[in-house]
Every structure is written in structure tokens, then in C-alpha cells.
């Protein structure tokens, strides 16, 4: 199979695609000027050439195969948008819309466009799926998401609404999309969010929850937080738990486990391409659904509802 070209904008997201470059000289990322620094030190870290001008004439330099958005967050809606009239496919990382007007000019304009949530592609969470939805376990309860991470040194532009797009949107939004990816269509229905302390982010918030109906009558909440104490030796810890008539599944630490009144027992995990091929996939119109132009927007649009309740 032929190395896709991938051009790569900005340095302030993940970049799951960097993996799919099998030479690091193929690789060319665009400077993002809300964050021209971070793009220089990726290209350096990973070995990608840096193309100072703008995305319109680095895709006629390099006619890449599809567009990889990790700029700053609040900008990705954009750069998004760009790809888009120039008829490129595009992986974006999270928020695909930080903005009402993004994601609308997004719906309009249509084609492949794919975010990056990365718990879909991991296997405790395919196993945790399957359990729920072939109702072995019976009615959902109620369904759990964290995203807890240590506050640590937080770029600038975080203490703009507009560049960084806030904490729900870039935290919270994996717990609520693997939410929406197990237990099925959200309805959202309360949010907070806020900042408790974390003055050198503010006016970003170090914490957001949001809580949702399901549509069999249980219930969810999403929590994430910059609050995470360093000393446990991790950087993140995320966990899913749906609680059901029937019993517990819990995702954690990429195991999947279910829990009856009977007994314990550990789920053993499907086979799953990894994640950048799962979006290299996608993006060719050759995936099984888990990502996809439809799933980024209705994501992008129960994110949007979320921080607006919480606003």
C-alpha cells in the first residue's frame, strides 16, 4: 500500500496519524500562528519538515492525501472548514467545532471529516460496547466517564475562550463520546464547569461535568478535571463504568471487566486495527462506522450543547 501523504497543521494537538508516516523526511507540518512555536517543536521532535506559509499553498506543495488538524483548539473548526473547500479529507483532534458557526459551516460543507477520539479504537472499550448493547447485562442505570489529568504547564492560549474553546470541549469530550459510543443516544440535560483555583489557566476551567438521559430511562455523567495529583506516578486516568439491571462493566487501564452478583470476571478484548489506521480507513471510505463524517458532527454538536448548558 502506498504511504498516504499527510499534511499536518499545527503543533497543539495529538496528531494520531504521525504514526502512519513511515519516514519521518515525508512528513511537512503547517505553522499555525495562534502557536507557531509548538508546531516547530513537534516537526523537530518527530522529524517533519515546517512550511511557513498558509494550508492553501502547502496542499498545492505537497498534494497530500488528507489533512491531519492539531492546532489549536479552538482554531480546528477552521483549518477544518479550509481543508474541506480544497476537497481534502480531514482527521482532526478534538473540538471538530469549538464554535455554533464552526460546525454549521461544517454541515454544509460536508465530506469526510473524522475526529481523533482515541477511546474508540481501544478494545476494552469495543469489548464494553458489545456487552451493553446485546443486553446481556439488562437496562442500563447508570454510566460513569472520567478524564482526570495533572494541571501541569498549560500553554497561553488557554486563557482565551476562543483559541482554547474550554475544558468540556477538550477534556470532558472523550467521556461524553465514549458515553454516546456505548450506551447510545444522549440527551443532555445539566452542566457545570469552572475554575476552582487554577489561576495561571484561568479564566479556563480545571473542571466540567455534564449529565445526560439515556434513551432506556438510566442515566449518565461525564466528569473530567486538571486536578489530578502528580504523585500518582500517571499522567491520566480514565475509566467508563455502565452499571445495568444485570451487572457492571467497567473500562480501565485497557482492561475490560463485568461484574454480576455471581461472580467477576475479566472480558477478553477483541481484535482492533490500531488507531491510525482506523482513521486512515475512514477517512478512504473503507471504516465500519466507529468513525466518520456523522459521528464527528453529532458529537461536535452535543459538545457544543453541554458547554452552552454549563455556560
Not at 467545532?97 to 482515541?118: C, K, N, P, Y
Request: hydrophobic content about 40%.
Amino acid at each position: 500500500m502506498r504511504q498516504p501523504r499527510i499534511l499536518f497543521v499545527g503543533g497543539s494537538g495529538h496528531h494520531y496519524l504521525r504514526r502512519a508516516v513511515r519516514s519521518p523526511g515525508l512528513g511537512l507540518i503547517v505553522i499555525d500562528p495562534d502557536a507557531p512555536g509548538a508546531a516547530e517543536a513537534m516537526a523537530e521532535r518527530v522529524g517533519f519538515s515546517v512550511h511557513a506559509g498558509d494550508l492553501a499553498s502547502a496542499i498545492e506543495r505537497h498534494q497530500p492525501d488528507v489533512v491531519s488538524v492539531g492546532s489549536v483548539y479552538g482554531r480546528a473548526g477552521d483549518y477544518t472548514a479550509a481543508a474541506r473547500r480544497l476537497g481534502l479529507p480531514v482527521v482532526t483532534d478534538k473540538p471538530a467545532a469549538a464554535t455554533w458557526e464552526q460546525l454549521e459551516l461544517l454541515e454544509q460543507l460536508g465530506g469526510m471529516i473524522v475526529t481523533e477520539f482515541d477511546w474508540r479504537a481501544q478494545p476494552a472499550l469495543l469489548a464494553a460496547r458489545e456487552l451493553v448493547q446485546s443486553g446481556e447485562l439488562g437496562q442500563m442505570v447508570l454510566a460513569v466517564a472520567q478524564k482526570t489529568y495533572p494541571l501541569g504547564n498549560r500553554p497561553a492560549f488557554y486563557k482565551e475562550r476562543t483559541l482554547y474553546g474550554g475544558t468540556m470541549l477538550w477534556v470532558a469530550s472523550h467521556g461524553i463520546d465514549a458515553l454516546r459510543f456505548v450506551c447510545g443516544p444522549l440527551t443532555p440535560i445539566s452542566a457545570r464547569h469552572g475554575n476552582a483555583g487554577s489561576a495561571n489557566i484561568a479564566p479556563a476551567e480545571d473542571h466540567a461535568v455534564a449529565t445526560f438521559a439515556l434513551a432506556d430511562g438510566g442515566t449518565a455523567i461525564a466528569h473530567a478535571d486538571l486536578a489530578r495529583p502528580t504523585g500518582f506516578g500517571t499522567h491520566g486516568d480514565d475509566r467508563l463504568i455502565v452499571r445495568c439491571q444485570g451487572g457492571e462493566v467497567e473500562v480501565r487501564d485497557g482492561a475490560c471487566t463485568v461484574t454480576t452478583d455471581k461472580a467477576l470476571r475479566v472480558v477478553e478484548l477483541p481484535s482492533a486495527a490500531p488507531l491510525e489506521q482506523q482513521l486512515l480507513s475512514a477517512v478512504a471510505g473503507e471504516g465500519d462506522g466507529t468513525f466518520g463524517t456523522q459521528e464527528t458532527l453529532k458529537t461536535a454538536r452535543l459538545l457544543l450543547q453541554c458547554r452552552d448548558l454549563a455556560d
